[in-house]
């Protein structure tokens, strides 16, 4: 999923600290933020937009297409089963420490019912020029600028990051999915990259993965379906085995989940693998010739 | 957070899955009585480890005199790290058959996955890789769960015998504890048929998700927590997550993406990271316990701090770093990486209150901590 300026966003927990925080942030750039939610704060009125008790109040208010959720881990499932029951097209879910048990209760109902999902754990989403929906510094023009890059990453530091050097390098960014941290999400890497793959204007995929699971090893398969280049760097070739490295799904057990086995999947795609995110600058140039 | 058998048997049991009887024992005095309690006895060494019975911390006991003594070889030992503290008595049960159940958390359906195998006592990756035939799963969907009757659809033409009912029930009362207990992994191994036809656990491995520690309060208290290093201890008292590695070279970054790159990056120069230390999320704020205990590291010679702020604000990391290196006045070289959120706030407080102006990448930032740990001037 990739969130659009005509999408309507509803922010959950828009009234904590980080929810008005992002919020403003989100509707400077250009979000179309169109209310929120707060059970004990229903029909007052902030950050200039309605606040509804729960999301299916919001869809009979005035309706929205995606959810954006600023919710304490314990309370996600509760409010993810909400917004899929209310019918939204999309969630972000940004909140970490969620149980997994409940990440796998609404991933289930979101199956059933079509509703895609990014995240949890993650830092959102961006479409240069367009909106934002999460926590992303969208509005840094060293960061994101409107260009023709797909972007997608597990971490949003390190997206943040490769996000940095692509500017850098002259280009720009046609939208960034950060897909999360946690060993179950909704979009996976295979999907995020498919998804870049048909954006308009995009002519080439950076995509940022991690040591553990496999879904790089799957996106690789998407990828030597691909007519547009791929550059890849993969974070952990120096963490230690066995060892969760903050992210929960960040964990090699034997070489499953390797850094090795990740990187040799992608090389036999014809993805380029770098050593160092500053690489990706003139990996970009030897891949597009320009 | 794992737990010892003797912590997960009586969850299983109260789901409604047989265990032998048994007690446990922090003294070779306490196994001899408990044998004299139960009769013929297995004294198991409890460690949050696999592979116990060919290390030696197994063993079968006729009398309490031989349960005393296995217990006097067996408390004291280490298994794969880990030192043994205690045993656990337990009836010796007359065995037909063993079989392997499982229910455990499977990234790629974003669901519980139930596995059973007719070949117990066995690694189930083996399995898996020599006769996986002999090896059936099934995905579940957590909100309907997973009855008595899925159970035994998964387990029929198995060959099971007059016990199939016994263990699809047991199967079913598996998936039961690992639903009510927040587990990742739940898994008996053996499953055991008695020769009178019962059906039993005769080991358990839980792992808890240690996010859905803090809705288990009841039971969380008897899990393992992970053996720490002094430093990782203290890390986690503060809320941080921090893991020793062996190098010279401090890494101090927000996010894990990023924090893992960091270690790569200094690897890619040369260098060795001394840790993993991550600040990001909702830790973004305690740069300065993090900085404090960075530095209280002997090992370290040079650091390098790298933050690209999404969510954690870099003028809030790069304050709280400012008021650590004020307060502790390191001697050691610090380098610098500042972008994202907060940048330009953070770029100016460096340079006001220290003096220091950020290099323009993590490669540079990096590269200089590689060398000036490897007494390189710059």
Known sequence: MIVRGSDRVLVMGITGKQGTFWTERMQAYGTQVVGGTNPSKAGTTHCGVPVYATARHAMKGGGFEVAVLFIPPLMVKEAAMDAIDAGAKGLVVLTEHIPVQDVMYFMAAAKERGTRIIGPNTAGCVTPGECFAGFMPAFNERIFREGSIGVMSRSGSLGVLLCLNVVQAGYGESAFIGIGGDPIIGATTRDALTDLDHFPGTEAVVMVGEIGGSMEEEAAEYAKTMNKPVIAFIAGGASPQGKKMGHAGAIVMGNKGSYASKRSALEAAGVTVLDTPSGVGAALKARLGR | ?378
């Open chain 2, 1 to 378: 957070m794992n737990f010892e058998e003797h912590a997960a048997k009586p969850l299983l049991a109260r789901h409604g899955v047989a265990v032998p009887r048994g007690e446990l024992a922090k003294t070779p005095e306490e196994a001899a009585g408990a044998a004299a309690r139960i009769g013929a006895v297995v004294v198991k060494a409890q460690v949050p480890a696999g592979k116990r019975g060919k290390a030696g911390g197994i063993k079968l006991a006729a009398t309490p005199e031989e349960a005393r003594s296995h217990a006097a070889a067996i408390i004291g030992m280490e298994i794969a790290g880990h030192k043994v503290v205690k045993v656990l008595v337990e009836e010796q049960l007359p065995i037909e058959r063993e079989l392997y159940a499982a229910v455990l958390t499977d990234p790629p359906s974003k669901g519980p996955l139930v596995m059973f195998s007719t070949e117990g006592g066995m690694d189930i990756e083996e399995v898996a890789a020599t006769a996986p035939g002999k090896l059936r799963s099934q995905t579940v969907d957590i909100r309907r769960g997973f009855s008595t009757a899925a159970a035994r659809e998964l387990v029929q033409d198995l060959e099971l015998g007059a016990a199939e009912g016994r263990i699809a029930g047991a199967l079913a009362g598996l998936y039961a504890a690992y639903a009510a207990f927040d587990a990742e992994l739940m898994e008996i191994n053996p499953l055991i048929v008695t020769r009178d036809g019962r059906v039993v656990a005769l080991d358990c491995k839980f792992v808890m998700d240690d996010c859905g520690i803090v809705r288990q309060p009841e039971v969380a208290p008897f899990g393992t927590p992970d053996e720490l290093t002094g430093l990782e201890a203290r890390a986690k008292a503060a809320g941080l997550k921090y893991i020793d590695l062996d190098g010279d070279v401090a890494v101090l970054a927000n996010g894990a993406g990023l924090t893992m790159t960091t270690m790569d990056v200094v690897r890619h120069h040369g260098g060795r990271p001394a840790n993993f230390l991550e600040i990001g999320g909702e830790s973004y704020t305690q740069a300065k316990p993090a900085l404090e205990l960075l530095l209280s590291n002997p090992r370290i010679k040079s650091l390098v701090v790298n933050f690209c702020g999404a969510f954690a604000r870099t003028d809030v990391m790069t304050q709280g770093v400012i008021e650590a290196i004020e307060a502790l006045k390191p001697k050691l070289p610090i380098f610098f990486s500042v972008h994202g959120t907060g940048d330009e706030e953070a770029i100016r407080l460096l340079k006001e209150r220290l003096g220091v102006t950020p290099l323009p990448t993590m490669d540079d930032a990096s590269k200089a901590a590689v060398e000036a740990a490897m007494g390189k001037a710059r």
